[in-house]
Structure formats: structure tokens, C-alpha cells
């Protein structure tokens, strides 16, 4: 059983800036995502990355602004959001799973428990 535990979230105004850490119990599976939801919204996919920093993916509404990396000597993948929006306003997310496709999709995957990021404007 894999655990997963955000943190880094926070109020943050429109156009800042925070970093977001996922910090794993180990590294076994090859994929961590982030994904959020926001009230009265479904969750939806953000970013992925794997262990050895080779591959990154973005969701196409934060691509330019968000940046994915992994540290795995501490098995800790980080979310770096920049130029932030109101509409980024959500929970946020990790989650890990050896299967990239089922991943995406959460259709598999271990996750945590969350941590807030609100956008004022």
C-alpha cells in the first residue's frame, strides 16, 4: 500500500505563484499524477510525470503555467504553478500508479488525501 501526502497548498492571489509537494512512501510505481476538483466540478487530470523526470505531460490548461518534476532519491513529485488563476481554485491531488493510461484516466492508481489551493482575485 503506497501512501501519498500533499501539502504546500494555501490562498495565494491571482497571478502568484505556490508549489505544490506530493511525498511518497516509496517509488515502486512509475507514474504520479496531479489532479483537482473544484466545487461542483468533477475531478479532472493536471500533470504527470515518472520517477526519472524523462516524461512529463500537461493538461492543456495548464501547460506553460505548471511544471511537474520528481526527486525520487526522496520520493517526492513537486508542482510548481505559476500565473495562477482563480479558476485553478481547487483540491489538488497526487496520485501514483504503474500504469500511465489508467492513470490519466483514474481508472487505478493510489492517492491522497488532498490539499487546498484557493485563487483569490
Known amino acids: 500500500q503506497v501512501q501519498l501526502v500533499e501539502s504546500g497548498g494555501g490562498l495565494v492571489q491571482a497571478g502568484g505563484s505556490l508549489r505544490l509537494s506530493c511525498a511518497a512512501s516509496?517509488?515502486?510505481?512509475?507514474?504520479v499524477a496531479w489532479f483537482r476538483q473544484a466545487p461542483g466540478k468533477e475531478r479532472e487530470y493536471v500533470a504527470m510525470v515518472n520517477w526519472s523526470g524523462t516524461m512529463t505531460d500537461y493538461a492543456a490548461s495548464v501547460k506553460g503555467r505548471f511544471n511537474i518534476s520528481a526527486d525520487n532519491a526522496e520520493k517526492t513529485v513537486f508542482l510548481q504553478m505559476n500565473s495562477l488563476d482563480p479558476e485553478d481554485t481547487a483540491v489538488y491531488y497526487c496520485?501514483?500508479?504503474?500504469?500511465?493510461?489508467?492513470?490519466?484516466?483514474?481508472?487505478?492508481?493510489?492517492w491522497g488525501q488532498g490539499t487546498q489551493v484557493t485563487v483569490s482575485s
Open positions: 496520485a501514483t500508479s504503474s500504469w500511465a493510461v489508467a492513470l490519466r484516466q483514474q481508472k487505478a492508481g493510489y
Open positions: 516509496e517509488s515502486s510505481n512509475s507514474f
